[in-house]
């Protein structure tokens, strides 16, 4: 625990903002609410506009502050939204299980994200709500596919019962902070991309995180 309660001054090496998209309703917040704060709320209410938190965790070694932002679903916000892709270096592409039509808008939000976002930015497929197994209405290998065809990471999740939440967003912010390592080595160019990946922040305490890092499932993930 010494390291969630210990030194305020402690140096971030890295602020990485994510964000998730999706249509409304296939759990976005409380997938954020879950790994940000361990909570889970069946009374949450639609997102409107964009909220974000931040999480300040160890990822090889390095402190690194998550800024993730929940943007809202519904269409008549996805105007207001589109400038928050700006300096995204990840994202999680969110859809529900049990409803097929919000897995089919899944390539639209893809073209959507990589039209405003960072070229090199990790993106995860994410298919919430797996503790509902009786309601499947995507098959994982039709999510496994379009995950492959367009070189995304893939995991199926449950809020509720915060199955691969963690592990979902450890993989995302380890291939993202490998990326920059390797940018930060070998770039000579002070690359745009390198400087917002290097931004340095204050260190947010958040109780509850856990510091366990068997999540840290990378290697999936490719920049599109």
């Given at each position: 625990?010494?390291?969630?309660?210990?030194?305020f001054n402690q140096k971030i090496d890295?602020?990485?903002?994510?964000?998730?998209?999706?249509?409304?309703?296939?759990?976005?917040?409380?997938?954020?609410?879950?790994?940000?704060?361990?909570?889970?709320?069946?009374?949450?209410?639609?997102?409107?506009?964009?909220?974000?938190?931040?999480?300040?965790?160890?990822?090889?070694?390095?402190?690194?502050?998550?800024?993730?932002?929940?943007?809202?679903?519904?269409?008549?916000?996805?105007?207001?939204?589109?400038?928050?892709?700006?300096?995204?270096?990840?994202?999680?592409?969110?859809?529900?299980?049990?409803?097929?039509?919000?897995?089919?808008?899944?390539?639209?939000?893809?073209?959507?994200?990589?039209?405003?976002?960072?070229?090199?930015?990790?993106?995860?497929?994410?298919?919430?709500?797996?503790?509902?197994?009786?309601?499947?209405?995507?098959?994982?290998?039709?999510?496994?596919?379009?995950?492959?065809?367009?070189?995304?990471?893939?995991?199926?999740?449950?809020?509720?019962?915060?199955?691969?939440?963690?592990?979902?967003?450890?993989?995302?912010?380890?291939?993202?902070?490998?990326?920059?390592?390797?940018?930060?080595?070998?770039?000579?160019?002070?690359?745009?991309?390198?400087?917002?990946?290097?931004?340095?922040?204050?260190?947010?305490?958040?109780?509850?995180?856990?510091?366990?890092?068997?999540?840290?499932?990378?290697?999936?993930?490719?920049?599109?």
């Open positions: 625990m010494s390291n969630l309660y210990g030194d890295y602020v990485f903002k994510i964000v998730l998209i999706g249509d409304s309703a296939v759990g976005k917040s409380q997938l954020l609410a879950r790994f940000a704060r361990n909570e889970f709320s069946l009374d949450s209410k639609a997102t409107i506009g964009v909220e974000f938190q931040t999480k300040t965790l160890i990822v090889d070694q390095k402190t690194v502050k998550a800024q993730i932002w929940d943007t809202a679903g519904q269409e008549r916000y996805r105007a207001v939204t589109s400038a928050y892709y700006r300096g995204a270096v990840g994202a999680m592409l969110v859809y529900d299980m049990t409803k097929r039509q919000s897995f089919d808008h899944m390539a639209r939000w893809l073209e959507e994200l990589r039209g405003h976002a960072d070229k090199n930015i990790v993106i995860m497929l994410i298919g919430n709500k797996c503790d509902l197994g009786s309601l499947r209405a995507v098959p994982t290998e039709d999510a496994q596919e379009f995950a492959e065809r367009e070189n995304l990471c893939f995991m199926e999740t449950s809020a509720l019962e915060s199955t691969n939440v963690e592990s979902a967003f450890m993989t995302v912010l380890t291939q993202i902070y490998r990326i920059i390592s390797k940018k930060t080595l070998n770039a000579a160019d002070g690359s745009e991309y390198e400087k917002s990946a290097s931004l340095k922040g204050t260190k947010i305490i958040v109780p509850g995180q856990d510091s366990d890092p068997g999540g840290r499932k990378a290697g999936c993930c490719r920049s599109s």
